[in-house]
């Protein structure tokens, strides 16, 4: 891999991006110490302080706009197995692409690409880990939902390890991109929502149902008094 490092950086989406578009070589790597403006999901603000993982990917195969989904399924997989094998804890995978730590997020997943037409020429796949600080240096409207490995370990993690461990669980599972079958029934394993009653968000529209498995292109599947519905987008929580 290539490594592109900073120390400080507004994010390293965006500069996954511009640097795809420059032609630069699938499977490298922009890491930042800190984000300025770190983006999440839904336009959102993705708060990046110092001693967290924040990190891009580039793939630029030959790749249908499906795969965008699928490599964030990937991505999702290879950061629980990584901090299931780096730390004892046990992270989970919450629907479509947030890792959890005793039900908190503590990795948060943005792919983005460049397409044209039905091609894709790259994918920017972001990664967020809330490592190696203290929950207090997150805004404190997050403190109910969202962790750090430090908080729950009660210790700094290396995460030069992390990150050499996280890329080689990212290679083992990329072929696994072309047999999607396979990598969501690993997927399942690591599963939050599966089983669980769950209020789904999206949009304007809320509604809850039983999420009781994924389907073959990604949608998470709900049962709810209307029948089977098929989930594509939106913000899922546990219902209690
Ligand atoms: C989310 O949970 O909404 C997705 C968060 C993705 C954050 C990562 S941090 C590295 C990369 N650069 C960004 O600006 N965002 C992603």
């Given at each position: 891999?290539q490594i592109?490092?900073?120390?400080?950086?507004?994010?390293?989406?965006?500069v996954a991006?511009?640097?795809?578009?420059?032609?630069?070589?699938?499977?490298t790597?922009?890491?930042?110490?800190?984000q300025t403006?770190?983006?999440?999901?839904l336009?959102?603000?993705?708060?990046?302080?110092q001693?967290?993982i924040?990190?891009?990917?580039?793939?630029?195969?030959?790749?249908?706009?499906?795969?965008?989904?699928?490599?964030?399924?990937?991505?999702?997989l290879?950061?629980a197995?990584?901090i299931?094998?780096?730390?004892?804890?046990?992270?989970k995978?919450?629907?479509?692409?947030?890792?959890?730590?005793n039900d908190?997020?503590?990795?948060?997943i943005?792919?983005?690409?460049g397409?044209?037409?039905?091609?894709?020429?790259?994918?920017?796949i972001?990664m967020?880990?809330?490592a190696?600080f203290?929950?207090s240096k997150?805004p404190?409207?997050?403190?109910?939902?969202?962790?750090?490995?430090?908080?729950?370990?009660?210790?700094?993690?290396?995460r030069?390890?992390?990150?050499?461990s996280?890329?080689?669980?990212?290679?083992?599972?990329?072929?696994k991109?072309?047999?999607?079958?396979?990598?969501?029934a690993e997927?399942?394993?690591?599963?939050y929502?599966?089983g669980?009653?769950?209020?789904i968000a999206?949009?304007n529209?809320?509604y809850s149902?039983?999420?009781?498995?994924?389907?073959?292109?990604g949608?998470?599947?709900?049962?709810?008094?209307?029948g089977?519905?098929?989930v594509?987008?939106?913000?899922?929580?546990?219902?209690?």
């Open positions: 891999h592109i490092h900073y120390n400080q950086i507004d994010s390293t989406n965006r991006k511009e640097q795809a578009k420059n032609g630069v070589k699938e499977g790597v922009i890491i930042s110490e800190e403006g770190g983006k999440g999901r336009n959102r603000n993705f708060s990046s302080p001693g967290g924040w990190l891009s990917y580039i793939l630029s195969p030959d790749l249908k706009p499906v795969m965008a989904g699928r490599a964030t399924y990937l991505s999702a290879a950061l197995k990584t299931n094998q780096i730390t004892n804890l046990d992270a995978i919450k629907w479509p692409n947030d890792v959890l730590i908190k997020k503590v990795s948060g943005l792919t983005e690409m397409a044209e037409l039905d091609k894709v020429n790259y994918l920017a972001g967020g880990i809330n190696n203290a929950i997150l404190v409207e997050l403190h109910n939902k969202v962790t750090t490995i430090f908080n729950e370990l009660g210790e700094q993690i290396d030069v390890a992390f990150v050499q996280l890329l080689q669980e990212i290679e083992k599972l990329y072929p991109l072309d047999n999607f079958e396979e990598l969501l997927w399942k394993g690591y599963a929502t599966l669980q009653e769950v209020k999206d949009g529209q809320e149902g039983l999420a009781v498995d994924i389907a073959d292109d949608a998470l599947i709900v049962k709810t008094d209307r089977q519905e098929k594509y987008s939106g913000d899922v929580s546990l219902s209690h």
